[in-house]
């Protein structure tokens, strides 16, 4: 079997996004041990933020991976993968980073759903007009 050079930008974009999520995950553990929380975030801001932002990544990455690799199947051209891959890794890594540091408001929570969503809408699009013979 021919591995495409779009499946091999797709493999790179799952893989850095399974080490981001990983990343997200060990966080939560580390502070529930620090406060010996079992369970839950036990109504520990930091603790509370470490969980908010591990739980948004699971809600959002899954999905557009998916998204990614049927993109790659259908023979879209690879810079595009990568374009969809670079920004979902982005905006999912910028708003780990500022949902972690605070609850509020911040530019990269602001930047982190702005590359999301548009990771989302141009891997849409893109799906679709594949999908048109």
């Not at 699971?58 to 993968?81: Q, S």
């Not at 982005?90 to 602001?110: I, K, N, Q």
């Amino acid at each position: 079997m021919d591995v495409t050079p779009a499946a091999h930008a797709a493999a790179l974009w799952a893989g850095l996004s399974l080490i981001l999520l990983l990343v997200l995950s060990v966080r939560v553990v580390r502070l529930r041990r620090k406060h010996a929380v079992v369970l839950g975030h036990g109504d520990i801001p930091e603790l509370t933020h470490a969980v908010r932002a591990f739980g948004n990544a699971t809600e959002y990455v899954p999905a557009a991976l998916a998204a990614i690799a049927v993109l790659a199947l259908v023979g879209a051209p690879p810079l595009l993968v990568h374009a969809c891959g670079l920004m979902l890794f982005a905006g999912r890594l910028s708003h780990a980073v500022g949902l972690s540091r605070t609850g509020e408001a911040s530019m990269p929570r602001a930047v982190g759903v702005v590359l999301t969503w548009l990771a989302y809408i141009l891997t849409a699009v893109a799906l679709i007009f594949y999908a048109v013979p």
